[in-house]
């Protein structure tokens, strides 16, 4: 569904009078009462006399046996041909089967047109499969096994799952900066627009680690692996393509009860809320998960899911990437990365060949073979990959996911801002409560400027996307705290673009709008003389962004991290400027070697 033109239909509000509008509020309760009183008083409206006189007393258990069958039958009857009978009112993604034949793409979740690659795995036996030292002190899985050891790896270190960049399962941010308070009393949360990554997945189609299975498999019926290496004698490759596995669901559903207790006072419990996803279907599988544990099984009763179609040249704010032909080819692509597991894993690739007769390894299937540790870690709950790695090259693996994403999606791409500009606009919008009526970027201009699937009048937006799309969206809203200059010959030690605590596997920013009776003191001992304040409060992973890191109009002094709205809104105005849109995904440049891009944008 590409954007379709047309004049801007704006409804705006002027910022400084911006007021999150809650949503719609309905007659449910009030028809439930009317129901019930319309029901007495039909039954008051019957006769008390028989309509037919008694039978004879030696047919009366005949008539009652033979009435009992009949309402049975019917009953059952019924019973069976409702969901035929309703399937056509009313239905938004709700729970009859059949979705009526009008019903609009943007709401039909099934059948799924554009899923994306589904196949399965081999279930996973982890009680059979697990290896453990049975004289050290027990570690239960939880549900992963990820206690083991690692050559090293020293007391007080974290656990190589922290260091697997866009791979790791998920786990709160350790911080970015700034400390955590609590709100002052008097203040309070008006809305929330929170944007997730779906959850751990098998690799997508097209990935290194496919390739190497196959080597694997060709090869070792005359190669032999011996000590650590051991097990590739028998391995096989059995991952599936893309969609989630059983961790991939709990993430979601446990961050849709996390965000419940977080912000479940701001549901209004007589409304519908439109929540919005990609086609995917480990995207459609997200939504539906974290839902479930926001709402519960009855999710259905209180949002609708709206889907955007993620195809080639369709424009989506969520998968941004999508239509802009030059984040194909004109970005630096993954020469750092390549140029750093070079470095990194000179001394495994060394052990490696050490270990395998009539086996070559390269580089490249050393990497890949790091790379099936988280992947059969999420999918079977344990890896015999794992340890075949020092705590270093765990880091070093972290890094070479940092130095891949600031190229290809980050401040070091020239469609770094571009990507992700669809949906700095559409938060904007929502803050300024107006549709979006024009194209200046890849947003659908047919869903954003319809009230229907574009709303204004929630106080929760839930949507949802993938790694590198947040990381673009980071960088098109000009969180330049981010922009680290990352070498792609040696480990920077810490570093704030680190993927790991940016875009883990059910990834979550949540950027809250707080009111306040005054404004808040930015040393946050009080208030300060003034009248009603709003700020904005962008919270990645449970940990605050400090805004005023990367702008300087939002006070680098502030301990909490906020920033006014109004000041984030004139900021954020000069954004879709910044990120030069047409030129950055359609224009006709050089490609640049890694290091020379460091805007997010190309250079002129």
Known sequence: MSASSGKAKHHRTDSSNYTPVYQDENDHDDAREQTTHESKSRANQYPMTPLVAPPPPGGRYRMIAMASCIVILVAANLYLSLPYAFAGHGYRNDNCPVPPEDLPQYFRTSPNLWPGPTATGAPAFLAQTRVFDPTAAFVPNEPLQTSMPIEGMKAGNESIFRMMAFLSPYFPSPGFGVDEYPLPDGAEIVQVQMLSRHGSRYPTSGSDVVRFGKKVADEKSKAKFNGALGFLQDWKYELGTDILVPKGRQELFDSGVLHNYMYGKLYNPSSKIIVRTTTQDRMLKSAENWLAGFFGLEWRNNATIEVLIEGKNYNNSLAGYLNCPNADTKTPGYAAPKTWAGIYLKDALT??????????????????????????????????????????????????????????????????????????????????????????????????????????????????????????????????????????????????????????????????????????????????????????????????????????????????????????????????????????????????????????????
């Open 351 to 604: 052990r490696f060949n050490a270990m395998s007769e009539d086996f070559e390894w390269t580089a490249e299937d050393v990497y890949a073979a790091q790379t099936m540790c988280p992947y059969e870690t999420v999918s079977y709950g344990f890896s015999k990959f794992c340890d075949l790695f020092t705590y270093e090259e765990w880091q070093g693996f972290g890094y070479s996911i940092d130095l891949s994403f600031s190229s290809t999606n980050a401040f070091h791409s020239p469609t770094g801002r571009a990507i992700g500009l669809g949906y700095q606009q559409e938060v904007m919008a929502r803050l300024k409560n107006h549709t979006l009526g024009y194209s200046g970027s890849q947003i659908n201009v047919t869903l954003d400027n319809n009230l229907e699937t574009f709303p204004l009048n929630q106080s929760l937006y839930f949507d949802f996307s993938h790694d590198t799309n947040i990381v673009s969206v980071l960088t098109a809203f000009g969180l330049r705290q981010f922009a680290d200059e990352l070498p792609a010959t040696e480990y920077p030690g810490d570093h704030s673009f680190t993927v790991s605590h940016v875009t883990p596997f059910s990834a979550r920013l949540d950027m809250e709008i707080i009111k306040a009776p005054q404004p808040v003191s930015p040393q946050r001992d009080g208030y300060l003389k003034g009248g009603e304040t709003r700020y904005i409060h962008f919270v990645l992973n449970q940990r605050t962004i400090p805004l005023g890191q990367s702008f300087a109009e939002c006070d680098v002094g502030r301990k909490d991290g906020w920033c006014e709205l109004e000041t984030f809104i004139k900021i954020q105005d000069k954004m879709a400027e910044k990120a030069q849109y047409d030129f950055a995904c359609f224009g006709d440049y050089e490609a640049e070697p890694y290091g020379k891009v460091t805007d997010g944008v190309p250079n002129r």
